[in-house]
T-cell receptor, first 117, second 113 residues
Framework: EAGVVQSPRYKIIEKKQPVAFWCNPI?????LYWYRQNLGQGPELLIRYENEEAVDDSQLPKDRFSAERLKGVDSTLKIQPAELGDSAVYLC???????????????FGPGTRLTVL | AQSVTQLDSQVPVFEEAPVELRCNYS??????LFWYVQYPNQGLQLLLKYLSGSTLVKGINGFEAEFNKSQTSFHLRKPSVHISDTAEYFCAVRSTNAGKSTFGDGTTLTVKP
């Protein structure tokens, strides 16, 4: 079974440029997460989807970040415009069960390492 | 609110020695607890999890962890480490009534020959 797929794996851009990351979760997983992992820190949740609905986007900087999961399968995270402080690894994860009242074990993709110059 | 503190940012050990990676958490509600491993340039992989029942849980690659409710700890242990265990280890908590997981800042385990 294929795991969570993310692309690109690496991206280098200049500040003020836009950038987009793509994630394809494990087949059948209805919950999808986007995390940001700064150097030397653990992942921090940006947004969580249940199917196509964003159920938790409280930590998403909405002035420059946007995400979509139109058909409840794959998802795109966009930053426009990028700032120096956005340099990080962006991780996508998926899980089978709904979070509430369940364990919701998450399966992580390899991440996209973004460098903003 | 919940938080996770991993008490050691770096743990160097020699091959075949035992190791303990410490994790303390804070939460006002019941939680599930997890340990993840992250190898260089890879995503996180679940090592083990505590949901309920026995406080000693066993995971993959010979790791185990013990949930201590009174001390709000979930320390990870392995009796004999290998070079291949060199990686970043993350402790995470999730409340049983909500979906958000909180991760610690990680512990870098370096196994020396």
């Amino acid at each position: 079974e294929a795991g969570v797929v993310q692309s690109p794996r690496y991206k280098i851009i200049e500040k003020k440029q836009p950038v987009a990351f793509w994630c394809n979760p494990i087949s059948g997983h209805n919950t999808l997460y986007w995390y940001r992992q700064n150097l030397g820190q653990g992942p921090e949740l940006l947004i969580r989807y249940e199917n196509e609905e964003a159920v938790d986007d409280s930590q998403l900087p909405k002035d420059r970040f946007s995400a979509e999961r139109l058909k409840g399968v794959d998802s795109t995270l966009k930053i426009q415009p990028a700032e120096l402080g956005d340099s990080a690894v962006y991780l996508c994860a998926s899980s089978l069960a709904k979070d509430w009242g369940s364990t919701g074990e998450q399966f992580f993709g390899p991440g996209t390492r973004l460098t903003v110059l | 609110a919940q938080s996770v503190t991993q008490l050691d940012s770096q743990v160097p050990v020699f091959e075949e020695a035992p190791v303990e990676l410490r994790c303390n958490y804070s939460s006002s509600v019941s939680v599930y607890l997890f340990w993840y491993v992250q190898y260089p340039n890879q995503g996180l992989q679940l090592l083990l999890k505590y949901l309920s029942g026995s406080t000693l849980v066993k995971g993959i690659n010979g790791f185990e962890a013990e949930f201590n409710k009174s001390q709000t700890s979930f320390h990870l242990r392995k009796p004999s480490v290998h070079i291949s265990d060199t990686a970043e280890y993350f402790c995470a908590v999730r409340s049983t009534n909500a979906g958000k997981s909180t991760f610690g800042d990680g512990t870098t385990l370096t196994v020396k020959p």
